[in-house]
């Protein structure tokens, strides 16, 4: 099945209000036609400013999206520092990233949660961008599908097998985010086949819509091997997208990547 490739630009802490504006209209002048969307993943405080500013581009959700980085899985109530769904909705969001390794290994978010965030993203007309991966510990423990399955199962058991295609999984090992090593490209397309396998047993028909990223590490010089792979389907990018000519090369090598 045809799946058109995807990238992701996860911020993380990163950019004031200023920076991601200038950032955007910089990005959106030179980024070329093509099937491959880019979403912006910006601090919640940079949402408003990459809002207006995609808006104020004319590239549309096809060419340029955004999201954000979390939600909560209330939609509103005593939840001090929370963000719900239907706030970030009414922004103009279209994504959001759940269940990221830095809010499961900083943050001590469970399986459960992230379940529980899914399942409100959905909801409230968000796609969901659902993060699994395993440590470096695990992996080498031989317990890669292990965790895979575990986090799949879980993370996904609220989501009915009619919606399941709406979401976008990223796979990111843990041991290769931030790192600077990657995966290899025989590596990263073993785990996203398995966890195609896994979605199958849900939905065969889900299973080959669904966009599997990956995250890790990825880079210009990376990114066409890896984004070449049968069973991947675009890229989460956190350090490699800050600077606007690092993020325009990846975008061309997914689209070297996409023909």
């Known amino acids: 099945m045809n799946r058109k490739l995807l990238l ?3 911020w993380k802490m990163n950019k004031l209000s200023g920076e991601a504006r200038e950032f955007v209209l910089s990005y959106a002048a030179k980024l070329a036609e093509s099937s491959v969307a880019t979403v912006l993943l910006p601090p919640n405080t940079a949402l408003v400013a990459v809002a207006s500013t995609c808006k104020e581009s004319g590239k549309g959700p096809v060419g340029l999206a955004f999201g ?5 899985f209330q939609s509103s109530g005593a939840f001090t520092g929370e963000v719900s769904p239907q706030m970030l909705v009414d922004l103009g969001c279209r994504y959001v990233v759940l269940g990221h390794s830095e809010r499961r290994a900083i943050f001590g978010e469970s399986d459960e949660l992230i379940g529980k965030k899914v399942k409100a993203a959905l909801d409230a007309g968000l796609t969901p961008i659902f993060c699994i991966g395993e440590t470096l510990d695990e992996r080498n423990g031989g317990k ?15 989501v009915s097998d009619a919606d399941l295609h709406k979401v976008v999984i990223a796979y990111e090992p843990v041991w290769a985010i931030g790192t600077g090593v990657v995966a290899t490209p025989a ?18 028909q889900a299973a080959g819509q669904m966009q599997i990223l990956y995250g890790g590490s990825v880079k210009p010089d990376n990114c066409f091997e890896l984004m ?9 990018v956190g350090g490699a997208s800050l600077e606007v000519e690092s993020l325009l090369a990846l975008h061309k090598e997914c689209v070297r990547a996409s023909k």
Do not use: M, P
Not at 228 to 236: E, K, P, R, V, Y
């Open 68 to 72: 954000a980085q979390n939600c909560y």
């Open 187 to 204: 590596q990263a397309q073993d785990a996203h086949k398995f966890v195609r396998s896994l979605l199958a047993k849900r939905s065969a």
């Open 8 to 10: 992701a630009a996860n």
């Open 144 to 158: 890669l599908e292990e965790v895979l399955t575990r986090q799949v199962r879980v993370g996904l058991e609220l």
């Open 228 to 236: 070449s792979q049968d069973d991947i389907d675009g890229a989460l």
